[in-house]
Each structure stands twice: as structure tokens, then as C-alpha cells.
């Protein structure tokens, strides 16, 4: 890995419902590396939003609690005030958020809200700022930026207001740019216009940037390394090629043999882990995946297996017991599924 | 036995007034038969009408003209009593899973409200029905308690498949219903989608990006551009080969989950033409690689050119047989 940018240290985020404290994310260390696309994939309320949005404070509130560092630029952001943090986001490190709908204002023409973000951290004049935020527009692909620019959010498609949303992400230049599933909406020619920017951006910037995403064909597509988040936490972490390709946890091996593919033949049932996750305060000990793995056994209900180098290469971590006899039976039990 | 038609759409038109008064035609001359018991997946680019058309198909957007039959009765015109019965019949799963769910309600009465409403279930069987429902969606019963904000993006997309189901309805538009999930979860929700149209003879129009949820979902597929539908194939032969170019750009653009890099990808290039101003003869002259001078002058119209297979394209890339 490159030259570290941001430092993510021992990161809990920690939502106070009805019935006590939602460990959404239960201690996280990553680090991203300059100017590499980390693609951050896993489990539906794994805590993926919930991670991105506290790196920059946005979750901050009576009822969210954030734990540990997040370091960047010699400063710890946990610990930064909101004026600070007001300076960081959107010029430093951007988010793109996962619902555009609620993200954007309603009762604002979408040009001007990519414009007034560049003003934020700009001195430029509006006229300018209009014109920036028109070809921003059509960076992201959207036809005739200039009408668009004056429509409002509800007047947009989804996926227009998907691209909305990216060209507020990129409009100061971010050097950390925080993608939360920003091609869901796309259909996969413009989504392929979309990753094209995105790598663009790597090259001729050096954006560090992070995609969120389920897509694990996006996934295959762009990124350099891949972290997997299950129940709060990371659970496996290595290159794009050790993780999609040398799968070590069950719950990877299980995510990629779920993938729907468009060549081979077509099944009438999708491979699918069977049993829910964890969504509730209590968090029983031991591995989180344990009541969804068929190869659950005695040691992982011990203690939480940390996130370690265990059977692959150095850098690939996971946090599973299984031995390595134990996850060549893995392997092939999800094949045979497969077939 | 020949299938029985559901829904019938016949010139469908909507337009919407857009930004500086602009007529934006978002549906235009769509044609669509939707059969008892089949799932028409439709796909297409961002922007080209997909939910217009389900959201009409429902009545949750009212068309500009055309006729949509449900069971052979013309529903545009329904209003009042009639009007909300219908509607229970036909549900939709809305894209945006956070602004169609109402922020200050728990989630048991949001997905409870479409059976009190619209079918007069008492308050009792209500509860189990939704209870049911939120643990097969895999969300548990005990998130019926808690408030929209509280749960995650595909979490959300759940509460408003739980919310379409709810009513028992016949016909249902799910657009982009999974797009949120990760893989493993998605495909437990489109396992449980199959039982339904098996079990209850469900009918679905399921709109999606994913063209691998598509060929697992889906018997017919339809394929959107700019407001019109341009090819209408069975599964099986629309992934063995698109017959319009532009289906042909979209299935070589899937991200490929494989070591190596994709083989043949087309990319689009061209003008992305404008909804306000379509272009003049096909519409898909301006970005199309085999596009001829009579593309871009004449209109193609949407024929069939083998037996189920429609295409609106002068040169379709499959060979024109089998129809009289
Ligand atoms: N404001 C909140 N109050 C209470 N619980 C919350 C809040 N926001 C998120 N959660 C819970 O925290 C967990 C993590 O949510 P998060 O949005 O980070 O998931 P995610 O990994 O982004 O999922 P998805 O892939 O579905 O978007 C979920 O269980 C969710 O229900
Ligand atoms: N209420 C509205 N007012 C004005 N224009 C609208 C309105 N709703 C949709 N449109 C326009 O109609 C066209 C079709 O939009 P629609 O949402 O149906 O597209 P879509 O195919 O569902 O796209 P996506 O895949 O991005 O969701 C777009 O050009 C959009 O800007
Ligand atoms: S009609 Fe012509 S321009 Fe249109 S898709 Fe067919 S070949 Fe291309
Ligand atoms: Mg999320
Ligand atoms: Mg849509």
C-alpha cells in the first residue's frame, strides 16, 4: 500500500434505540492508502453509512455516540469541533451519500446546490460557480447539464439524482472521496461512464476513494483493495484479487457465490445464506457470523475472532477460526452449492 | 392453455412539464401486455421513463393518454370508491425507499396502513400479516416498533417491499426493489419474490438496473429508451443476444466478476440525446454504431421480428423470420 492518508483507529459508532445501544459499527481499524480505491462491500446495516458518515461528524447527535480516532492530516477528527469539521468536509474528504433524495433539498434547483458547495470552500463568483457546476454535471454524464442544472430534485430520475450527488462529491476536489453506493441508481452503460470517472480521478489526482457498494462486479472492476464489513466490523480485507478470488472468511465465500451472473446457466434458486443477521443491542459473544455458518463449531463462539493474518498472504486479514482444512471444506460445500 | 393478459397498455403517453416549462416526454407510445402469473423485468438508461411507466401502470403518476386495462377494464377513468379497491389490487415498490416512507410513523403502521385502508382488514389480523411479513423480508418483527431514520438503505427497501406485499395485491411494480441489498440478502428477498408469483400467481413488473437479478426474476424482458420500448424479448433470447443495439451496448457494459478483464465492451459515445428534444428518426441514432442515413431521418416502429421478439430498430441484429 501506498503512503497512509487517513488513519481509522479502534472506530465505534453506537446508536442509543429502544431497547439500549446499537453497536453499529464495533471497532474498526483501517488505513487508507494514498490515492487507492478501497472498496468497502458487505451485509445490509453492517454499519458501511454509518462508518463513512462519522469520519466526517455528519452522524454526530444526542443519540450517536463515536468512539476511537480517525487521524487525517495530523488531526483527529473524532475529536474535532464542528467548525473544524465544517473546513474537512467537502474540501478534504467528501461524502457521497446513499440516498440522494433525502440528501438534497427539495425546494432548490440542483445546480445551484452543486454551486453553493464549491462557494463554501471557494472564493469565486456565483456566475462561476454556476458555470463549474454545469460542467460538472456533465462530467457525471447527465444530458444537457444546462436544463438540469435549473430542474429541481423531484423533476430528476433517480439516477440523474444519483449523478446529482457525485458532481457535489467532486465539486472542491476532494483528496478522500467517500462513494456510498453512487451507481445503484445507473444503468450500466453510464454506470461504466461513472467508474471511468472515478479512475480518472485516482490517476490524474491521486484521490483516495472510497466505494461503497454490493456490486461485486463494480468491485472487480475498480478496485485496488477490498475490506468486507459484517455486523459492525470488518471481517476480511486484502486485494481486490485475494478477496474476490481467494475468499478466507465463510461469509465472503458466501457473498460470492450469491452473486445473479449474466453468462452461465440460469438457476430458479439463488445461493443464499440462509438465517438473519444480527440487527438487534445484544451481541452475543464470539464470531457474529456464527449463527448464519454452516461451519460454525465450538471455538467460535468464544470470543470474537480478531481481524488478523491467519492462512493467506500478508496482507490479507480475516477474522475466522476455521482452520486451513477448515476453509478448503468451505470452498468446496459453496461450489457444490453453486452447480 | 394461452395466458390470460393482466395488464394491457395501449399508447401510453405521460409528460411532465420540466424545468423552464419544458414538455418532457417521459413515456411515449408504449404498448405492453403483461400476462397472469409472469414477471416482465425492464430495464433500460437512467432517466428513460422506467418508473414513469410503472408509477402510471399503478396510477401513483397519472398518464397524459392511453388506455391501461386490468383485467379488461379501463382504469385511467376510476375514481373514488371503485378507484381504491383496484388500487389494493395493484401495488408498487417505490425507488426511493426513504422519501416514499413516511418519517414520524413506526414501521408496523407503515406497512400495515395499505391493508387497513384499501382491504378493511380488522387491526388484529392486521398485526400478524405485517409481523409475518417483516420476518420474511428478513427485517425481524420487532423493527415494526421502530422509525424509518433508524434503519439502514437496503433495511429501508425492505419496510417497502413488506409495505407492497402487504395487501395481497395481484399485480405489483417493484422498481429497483434490491438494488440496496447485498448479495446474499438480495438473494433471499428475490427467493421469496419467486414463491410469491408461484404460490399466489403473482404478476410483477420489476424494473432494475442488474440485468443478473433480471435473468434470475424475470420470463419476458423489455428494454427502455428515451420514453419508448425498444425491444421486448423472452429471457433466454435476450441473453443469448440483444436484438437491438442498444440492448446489445447495455448487456457488454454488466461489470464482469472475473480475474481478467471484460472482453468486448461497447461504450456509448455520441450525444446523450435530451427527453425535451428527442432526435429525429431513431432515437438512438445519435450514439448507435451501425446507424445508416435512414436512421436518422426515419422513425423506426416497434414490429416483431421473430415469434414474442419485438424490436424498434431498422437493422435489428438478429435475422427477420417466422412472422407473416
Ligand atoms: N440514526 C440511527 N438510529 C438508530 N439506528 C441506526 C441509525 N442509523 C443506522 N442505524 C442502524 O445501524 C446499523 C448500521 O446502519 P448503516 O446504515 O451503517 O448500514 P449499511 O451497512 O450502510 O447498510 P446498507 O448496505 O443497507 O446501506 C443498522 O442496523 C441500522 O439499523
Ligand atoms: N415530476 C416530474 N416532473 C418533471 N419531469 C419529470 C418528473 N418525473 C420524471 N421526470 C422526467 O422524466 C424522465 C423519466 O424519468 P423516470 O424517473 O421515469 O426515469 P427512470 O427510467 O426511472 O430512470 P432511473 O433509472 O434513473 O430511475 C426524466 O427525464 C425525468 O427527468
Ligand atoms: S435503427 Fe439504426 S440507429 Fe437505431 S438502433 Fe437500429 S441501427 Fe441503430
Ligand atoms: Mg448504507
Ligand atoms: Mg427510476
New interface residues.
Given amino acids: 500500500m501506498s503512503e497512509a492518508l487517513l488513519e481509522i483507529r479502534g472506530l465505534t459508532v453506537g446508536?442509543d434505540?429502544?431497547g439500549g445501544r446499537l453497536p453499529a459499527v464495533a471497532g474498526i481499524d483501517l488505513t487508507l492508502g494514498k490515492g487507492e480505491i478501497l472498496a468497502l462491500?458487505?451485509?445490509?446495516?453492517?454499519g458501511k453509512?454509518a462508518l463513512s458518515m462519522s469520519l466526517v461528524g455528519l452522524n454526530r447527535g444526542p443519540r450517536t455516540h463515536i468512539g476511537g480516532e480517525v487521524l487525517f492530516g495530523g488531526r483527529d477528527l473524532v475529536g474535532a469541533g464542528e467548525k473544524e469539521l465544517r473546513e474537512v468536509r467537502g474540501k478534504d474528504i467528501a461524502v457521497v451519500f446513499?440516498?440522494?433524495?433525502?440528501a438534497l433539498n427539495p425546494t432548490q434547483?440542483v445546480g445551484d446546490q452543486v454551486a453553493e458547495m464549491i462557494r463554501t470552500h471557494r472564493r469565486i463568483s456565483k456566475r462561476n460557480a454556476s458555470k463549474r457546476a454545469e460542467e460538472l454535471l456533465g462530467e457525471v454524464?447527465?444530458?444537457?447539464p444546462g436544463?438540469?442544472a435549473?430542474?429541481?430534485p423531484h423533476?430528476?430520475?433517480?439516477?440523474?439524482r444519483q449523478r446529482v450527488m457525485i458532481a457535489i462529491g467532486l465539486a472542491n476536489d476532494p483528496a478522500v472521496l467517500i462513494a456510498d453506493?453512487p451507481t445503484?441508481?445507473?444503468?450500466?452503460?453510464?454506470?461504466?461512464q461513472v467508474?471511468r470517472l472515478l479512475k480518472r480521478l485516482q490517476r490524474d489526482h491521486g484521490t483516495t476513494i472510497v466505494l461503497i457498494t454490493?456490486?461485486?462486479?463494480?468491485?472487480?472492476?475498480v478496485a485496488d483493495r477490498v475490506a468486507v464489513m459484517y455486523a459492525g466490523r470488518i471481517i476480511e480485507q486484502g486485494t481486490r484479487?485475494e478477496v474476490?478470488?481467494d475468499p478466507q472468511h465463510p461469509y465472503t465465500m458466501?457473498?460470492?457465490s450469491?452473486?445473479?451472473?449474466?453468462d452461465g446457466p440460469?438457476?430458479?434458486?439463488?445461493?443464499?445464506?440462509a438465517g438473519?443477521?444480527l440487527?438487534?443491542v445484544a451481541r452475543p459473544d464470539g464470531c457474529a457470523f456464527a449463527p448464519r455458518c454452516t461451519f460454525v463449531h465450538e471455538a467460535c463462539q468464544k470470543q470474537t475472532p480478531p481481524l488478523q493474518r491467519r492462512y493467506a498472504g500478508e496482507a490479507h486479514l480475516d477474522a475466522c477460526v476455521l482452520d486451513e482444512a477448515g476453509r478448503a471444506r468451505a470452498r468446496g460445500a459453496l461450489e457444490e452449492v453453486a452447480q | 392453455m394461452s395466458p390470460t393478459p393482466l395488464m394491457e397498455i395501449e399508447d401510453l403517453r405521460v409528460e411532465?412539464t420540466?424545468?423552464?416549462g419544458?414538455r418532457v416526454r417521459a413515456v411515449r407510445d408504449v404498448d405492453l401486455t403483461i400476462y397472469e402469473g409472469e414477471t416482465l423485468g425492464l430495464?433500460?438508461?437512467?432517466?428513460c421513463g422506467k418508473?414513469t411507466l410503472g408509477r402510471a401502470m399503478v396510477r401513483v403518476t397519472e398518464p397524459t393518454g392511453g388506455a391501461i386495462r386490468y383485467l379488461g377494464a379501463d382504469i385511467t377513468k376510476l375514481r373514488g370508491t371503485v378507484f381504491r379497491k383496484t388500487r389494493a389490487d395493484l401495488q408498487m415498490v417505490f425507488?426511493?425507499?426513504?422519501?416514499s416512507l413516511n418519517p414520524r410513523r413506526s414501521i408496523a403502521d407503515i406497512v400495515a396502513e395499505p391493508l387497513l385502508r384499501a382491504r378493511g382488514t380488522g387491526r388484529d389480523e392486521a398485526r400478524k400479516i405485517v409481523d409475518d411479513l417483516l420476518d420474511q423480508v428478513?427485517?425481524?418483527r420487532?423493527?415494526g416498533?421502530?422509525k424509518p431514520h433508524?434503519?439502514?438503505?437496503?433495511?429501508r427497501q425492505r419496510i417497502g417491499i413488506a409495505r407492497a406485499l402487504a395487501p395481497s395485491p395481484r399485480f405489483v411494480v417493484a422498481d429497483?426493489p434490491v438494488?440496496?441489498?447485498?448479495?446474499?440478502?438480495?438473494?433471499?428477498v428475490?427467493?421469496l419474490l419467486?414463491d410469491l408469483i408461484r404460490e399466489r400467481g403473482l404478476t410483477m413488473l420489476f424494473i432494475s438496473?442488474?440485468?443478473?437479478?433480471v435473468?434470475?426474476i424475470a420470463d419476458r424482458i423489455a428494454v427502455m429508451y428515451l420514453g419508448q420500448i425498444i425491444e421486448i424479448a423472452s429471457?433466454?433470447d435476450f441473453?443469448a443476444g440483444p436484438a437491438h443495439p442498444y440492448g446489445e451496448?447495455?448487456?457488454s457494459?454488466?461489470?464482469?466478476?472475473?480475474?481478467e478483464?471484460?472482453r468486448e465492451?461497447i461504450?456509448?459515445t455520441g450525444?446523450?440525446?435530451?427527453?425535451?428534444d428527442p432526435p429525429a428518426g431513431c432515437t438512438f441514432h445519435t450514439r448507435c454504431r451501425y446507424a445508416t442515413d435512414m436512421c436518422r431521418t426515419e422513425a423506426p416502429v416497434l414490429r416483431e421480428v421473430q415469434p414474442g421478439r419485438e424490436v424498434r430498430c431498422h437493422l435489428p441484429l438478429i435475422p427477420v423470420k417466422g412472422t407473416s
Fill in positions: 446508536f434505540v429502544p462491500v458487505g451485509e445490509s446495516g453492517s453509512s446513499q440516498d440522494a433524495l433525502a434547483r454524464g447527465i444530458a444537457n436544463q438540469a435549473r430542474a429541481y423533476q430528476l430520475s433517480g439516477g440523474m453506493e445503484t441508481a445507473l444503468d450500466v452503460t453510464i454506470q461504466a467508474l454490493h456490486d461485486l462486479g463494480v468491485v472487480a472492476e484479487d474476490l478470488f458466501g457473498l460470492l450469491s452473486v445473479p451472473r449474466v440460469a438457476v430458479s434458486r439463488l445461493p443464499a445464506i438473519s443477521p440487527t438487534g | 411532465f420540466g424545468s423552464a419544458r430495464v433500460g438508461e437512467s432517466g418508473s425507488q426511493d425507499p426513504f422519501g428478513g427485517l425481524g420487532e423493527a416498533t421502530r433508524e434503519f439502514s438503505g437496503g433495511q429497483e438494488s440496496a441489498l447485498d448479495v446474499s440478502i438480495q438473494a433471499q428475490i427467493n419467486s438496473h442488474d440485468l443478473g437479478v435473468r434470475h429471457r433466454d441473453f451496448a447495455l448487456l457494459s454488466v461489470p464482469a466478476l472475473s480475474k478483464p471484460r465492451r461504450e456509448l450525444e446523450l440525446p435530451d427527453p425535451a
